[in-house]
C-alpha cells in the first residue's frame, strides 16, 4: 500500500484474504485533528479502496490516544481568516467552495461501495462526528465520547453531523448534543443509537470490529454495495421512490452469480463463496 503518499493517514491491509482494510487516521501527536492534507488524503484513500479488486471492508479508526479531536484548529483559523481577497464577495465565495470541498471529503466515505465501520476509542469531537456519521456502522470502547462542538467554536458544524446524526439518533438527540455541545458519554450514545455496541477496552473493539468486517466482507461484494447504495438513497426519498429506486437496483444487480451461489450454499448448508468486486 502506497502509504508515503499520505501525511495524514496509513492504510493497513489487515486481513488480506477476507479483504479487510484498516483506514488510519495517523497524527497521533495532534490527536488526530484534520488538516486540509487530511481532506484531500481521505478520498484518495476511499477510491484507492474502492477501486480495489478484492477490498470487501474498511475499518476507520486513529492512531494514538483518541479517534479524532476535530479540525485541526489552526486550520480552521487558515480557513476563515480570509483567502487575501479583498473584495468581500470573493471572499465569500472562496470560502463557500473550501466548505463543499471539505463537506465532498467526509461525504467519500458514503460514495466508496465498500462498507466504512467507524471503530472509535478517547475523544470524537467536532469533524471526528461528521467523519463516524457519514460510516455505515460505528462501534466504541468504553472509554469514548462523543461531542457535537462547533457550537461552542461559534459555528454551525458545516460537514455533515447536522444532516446526518438527526437520522441515526433522531431530531431530539441531535439538537441536545449539537445545541449544548455536551460530552455524550459511550454508553448513552449506545442508549441512543449513536453507536451499535459499546466494547469494554480498545482492544476487544477492535477484535470485534475485525470480526465484524471479516464476516460483512464474506457476503456477496453486489448485495453489500447494492444494501448500502439503497440504505443511503432511502434518506432523501419517500417510501414509493425508494421502492422504485431498489426495484430498478435490484433487477439489474439480481442477475448475478451471487444470487445463485448463496441459494445453492444455503441449501447445500455450506458458506457460499463469492468472486470479489
Ligand atoms: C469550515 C469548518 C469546518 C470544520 C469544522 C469543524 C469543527 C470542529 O471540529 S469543532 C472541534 C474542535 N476540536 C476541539 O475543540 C478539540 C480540542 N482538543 C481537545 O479537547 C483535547 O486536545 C482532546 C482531544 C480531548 C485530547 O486531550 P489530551 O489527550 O489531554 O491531549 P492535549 O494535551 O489536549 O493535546 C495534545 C496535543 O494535540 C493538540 N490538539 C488537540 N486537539 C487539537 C485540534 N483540534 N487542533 C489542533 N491541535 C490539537 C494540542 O494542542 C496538543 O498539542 P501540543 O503541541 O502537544 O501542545
Redesign the pocket.
Known amino acids: 500500500m502506497a502509504n508515503e503518499e499520505f501525511k495524514t493517514l496509513q492504510i493497513v491491509h489487515s486481513d488480506s484474504e477476507a479483504g479487510v482494510f484498516h483506514i488510519y487516521l495517523n497524527r497521533p501527536?495532534?490527536?488526530n485533528?484534520?488538516t486540509l492534507d487530511f481532506f484531500s488524503e481521505l478520498p484518495r484513500a476511499l477510491d484507492l479502496l474502492d477501486g480495489r479488486r478484492g477490498a470487501a471492508a474498511i475499518v476507520l479508526a486513529g492512531r494514538g490516544?483518541?479517534f479524532c479531536?476535530?479540525?485541526?484548529?489552526?486550520?480552521?483559523a487558515a480557513?476563515?481568516g480570509g483567502g487575501g481577497r479583498s473584495d468581500p464577495g470573493r471572499e465569500r465565495e472562496r470560502l463557500r467552495r473550501?466548505?463543499l470541498s471539505?463537506q465532498a471529503a467526509i461525504s467519500a466515505v458514503e460514495r466508496c461501495r465498500r462498507p466504512v465501520i467507524a471503530a472509535v476509542h478517547?475523544?470524537c469531537?467536532?469533524?471526528?462526528v461528521?467523519l463516524a456519521t457519514a460510516c455505515d456502522l460505528r462501534y466504541c470502547s468504553e472509554d469514548a465520547f462523543f461531542?457535537v462542538?462547533?457550537v461552542?467554536?461559534a459555528?454551525a458544524?458545516?460537514?455533515g453531523t447536522l444532516q446526518r446524526l438527526p437520522a441515526i439518533v433522531g431530531h431530539g438527540n441531535a439538537a441536545e448534543m449539537a445545541l449544548t455541545a455536551r460530552k455524550v458519554p459511550a454508553a448513552e450514545a449506545r442508549a441512543m443509537g449513536l453507536v451499535s455496541a459499546v466494547f469494554p477496552s480498545r482492544q476487544e473493539m477492535d477484535t470485534a470490529v475485525m470480526a465484524i468486517a471479516k464476516d460483512l466482507a464474506a457476503k456477496s461484494p453486489l448485495a453489500v454495495a447494492g444494501t448500502k447504495a439503497v440504505l443511503l438513497r432511502n434518506r432523501d426519498l419517500t417510501v414509493d421512490q425508494s421502492l422504485d429506486y431498489v426495484a430498478t437496483w435490484n433487477s439489474s444487480m439480481l442477475i448475478s452469480d451471487d444470487l445463485a451461489e448463496a441459494t445453492t450454499a444455503q441449501i447445500q448448508k455450506r458458506k457460499p463463496t463469492f468472486a470479489k468486486l
Open positions: 501527536a495532534q490527536r485533528s484534520l490516544p483518541h479531536a476535530g479540525i485541526d484548529l489552526s486550520t480552521l480557513i476563515t473550501q466548505i471539505l478517547g475523544a469531537i467536532g469533524g471526528g461528521d461531542s462542538k462547533e461552542d467554536l459555528l458544524a458545516d460537514l
